[in-house]
């Protein structure tokens, strides 16, 4: 329980404790709601920074996690080939939205590598080439971790995407469309994920946000959009189906064109804005 992981990070432990309740937390506006707010509760009960985490080397990539409506494998499991396969578009577009929230939350955020391409994981790898001992302890009724420790792609044209430039090989494959995903391609696209990363961090330190305060908006307190505020800073991410209605301008949009001088925002998004005087 959460109320426990505290007890590893009082004045005489550690500095910190990875957040795995938030971590596993399945997409919907009353989870997240929750898990953050016993996050905050436990943690300030012994005086340490709360810690926020949405991917790792042991879990599913949480852009493909987002992908499926919440019918994901367990900790410690991967998605194969055989099983039902995630909406790409759909996981990036919910995982840069999921993204942004976190980076509004004060304490600590770990970032996993790949994450800020959006990379997926690679649900397609074939039996001869996992490298998981849970694949192998298990005779394959387990599929693994390899999903999520695909290793990244850095050029779009070369060989292993410039992982490798002595083999050209990678030691998990890469699927042969991750070129749309490489740093490369990325850098060149101001909409990228990556560049997504790069200005929600500069924002964050700007607004002293992992510094800052945390108060819920009570008109917001039930349904389907999650919205708090953080400093001068107000954050809605819409959960729900339908577009609701935002109070002010953005300073910074999960995915562009979705807010802005419609006054609204669309589900699956979310945004960072100017605290209305």
């Given at each position: ?140 009724e387990r599929i693994g971790r390899d999903g999520c420790r695909v290793p990244l792609p850095w050029t779009e044209n070369d060989d292993s995407f410039g992982f ?114």
């Amino acid at each position: 329980p959460v109320e426990r992981v505290a007890d590893w990070v009082r004045e005489d432990e550690m500095h910190q404790a990875f957040n795995f309740h938030y971590l596993n937390c399945q997409w919907g506006a009353a989870p997240i709601r929750k898990v953050i707010t016993d996050s905050l509760a436990s943690f300030d009960s012994v005086g340490a920074p709360t810690t926020w985490v949405l991917s790792n080397h042991d879990k599913v990539r949480h852009t493909t996690r987002m992908a499926m409506n919440n019918k994901i494998a367990r900790h410690g499991d991967g998605i194969g080939p055989d099983d039902v396969q995630p909406d790409t578009k759909l996981g990036l577009t919910r995982g840069r939205a999921s993204t942004l929230m976190m980076l509004a939350l004060p304490g600590g955020v770990y970032l996993y590598q790949g994450e800020e391409l959006g990379l997926p994981d690679n649900t397609m790898i074939a039996p001869q080439f996992r490298q998981d001992p849970t694949f192998y302890r298990t005779n394959g009724e387990r599929i693994g971790r390899d999903g999520c420790r695909v290793p990244l792609p850095w050029t779009e044209n070369d060989d292993s995407f410039g992982f490798s430039v002595v083999t050209g090989q990678s030691w998990l494959p890469q699927p042969l469309d991750w070129a749309k995903y490489s740093r490369e391609a990325q850098e060149k696209d101001s909409d990228s994920t990556l560049n997504l990363y790069k200005k929600a961090l500069l924002l964050r330190k700007e607004r002293n946000l992992g510094g800052g305060s945390f108060a819920w908006m009570p008109e917001y307190s039930d349904g389907d959009v999650v919205a708090f505020v953080n400093g001068k800073t107000l954050i809605l991410m819409n959960m729900g189906t339908e577009a609701v209605a935002v109070p002010t301008f953005p300073v910074l949009l999960s995915s562009e064109g979705f807010a802005g001088d419609n006054g609204y925002l669309e589900a699956d998004h979310a945004v960072w804005m100017e605290l209305p005087q």
